[in-house]
């Protein structure tokens, strides 16, 4: 069956697994590429019972068609942060709510970048509204939103304040969660990004 959605399809690269394990001063034992095939398997039964929505839901909240059939996620076992955006990137970790919810968050970074212009506005927007913030933290103020938006339709919300709890522990996008969870609070919230 056909779907207007892309299909995320999650790969081993021996390469990059190496490469980012060494660059992370880790072992490579010879385990490590079955170990991460395994993994990837049950992610990706998992991952396809809930894909559909996913997608739908951010090309609802962003306002951005999806582009292409397929879409590559490299998955590895050691990097510096939980996922990379370009290429799609996950690194390994034994909670499945986790490693979903870091797509999620990658997904949209994919998916609002299909329109920069509209990106920019988005941007100049809360730079506006945020004029303290770092670059980085403003990004994710709009990342951030849209991904506890898609949250909400997938998890109850034990889990979405379980992942929020670990989110707000990420020294890169602390503040970042903190503001959205502050405008969420405000009945207007969600006009700061449209």
């Known amino acids: 069956m056909n779907s207007k959605y892309p299909k995320i399809k999650f790969i081993y690269s021996f390469p990059y697994d190496r490469l ?3 660059y992370e001063n880790k072992d490579f034992p010879q385990k490590q590429p079955e170990e991460i095939r395994r993994y990837i398997r049950k992610l990706q039964l998992k991952w396809d019972k809930i894909s559909n929505l996913v997608s739908k839901t951010l090309e609802k909240l962003v306002k951005n068609k999806w582009r292409g059939k397929e879409i590559k996620c490299y998955v590895v076992k050691y990097c ?3 996922g990379i955006s370009d290429p799609l990137t996950l690194k390994l970790d034994s909670d499945f709510d986790y490693t979903i919810e870091t797509l999620i968050h990658e997904l949209a970074h994919i998916i609002a970048s299909y329109n920069l ?3 920019e506005k988005i941007e100049e927007k809360l730079k506006k509204y945020f004029p303290e913030e770092n ?3 403003i990004v994710h103020i709009y990342i951030n939103f849209i991904e506890l938006q898609t ?3 997938l998890f109850a919300q034990d889990s979405i304040n379980k992942i929020i709890k670990r989110n707000l522990k990420l020294k890169g996008i602390r503040r970042a969660w903190k503001i959205v969870l502050k405008q969420e609070k405000e009945p207007s919230s969600s006009a700061l990004f449209w």
Do not use: A, G, I, V
Request: hydrophobic share 20%.
């Open 117 to 119: 212009r509209k990106w």
């Open 151 to 153: 949250l909400k339709q």
């Open 20 to 22: 980012l394990s060494e």
């Open 80 to 82: 510096k942060y939980h």
């Open 135 to 137: 670059q980085k933290t």
